[in-house]
């Protein structure tokens, strides 16, 4: 059984980068949204709001501050905008972009490059082949060409 009485050695930069971990960690579960409605979002916002109190009483309002507004304990703007966290945050958010964007166009093209009854006879398998196939693909387009590979791609499938 764990020990109930849990106690962590950190130094004062230690502490720092794991509040700016539990802010990127909001973000990640939560999607930025002031309030997470998922049982596990609720979850993180419940320890962000303890590790956010107890930094505020260690002296860290130079990264959280209370919010008279939310009634809670919010990041302040230097976390938010200013911080390696925010760097790491907008490079995830940039790549999940791409990566969502490659492979919904992906799924479109296969679809586009058959008919609909031959789309919805191909088990799931076969689809997801076809689609990691034509990601693929886009991928190299988009190094060789850029953004305009999905304007070459959509041209060269008759779109």
């Avoid at 130094?11 to 990127?24: C, D």
């Avoid at 304990?73 to 911080?83: I, K, M, W």
């Avoid at 990691?132 to 791609?153: D, M, P, S, T, Y």
Wanted: with cysteine.
């Amino acid at each position: 059984m764990p020990d109930p009485d849990i106690s962590l050695d950190l130094s004062q930069e230690e502490f720092a980068l794991l509040i700016e971990i539990v802010f990127l960690s909001y973000w990640v579960v939560c999607g930025g949204q002031e309030v997470c409605h998922e049982e596990y979002g609720k979850a993180v916002q419940a320890l962000e709001q303890k590790l956010y109190q107890l930094a505020h009483r260690q002296g860290y309002q130079q990264l959280v501050e209370f919010s008279n507004e939310r009634s809670e304990f919010v990041p302040t703007a230097a976390l938010e905008e200013n911080s390696q966290a925010r760097a790491a945050l907008e490079f995830f958010s940039e790549d999940c972009f791409w990566e969502e964007l490659v492979r919904r166009y992906a799924t479109v093209e296969v679809m586009r490059s058959m008919t609909p009854e031959r789309w919805e006879s191909l088990g799931d398998d076969k689809r997801l082949q076809l689609e990691k196939q034509q990601e693929e693909l886009i991928r190299q387009a988009v190094q060789k060409h850029g953004l305009h590979a999905f304007v070459r791609i959509s041209a060269e499938a008759g779109g």
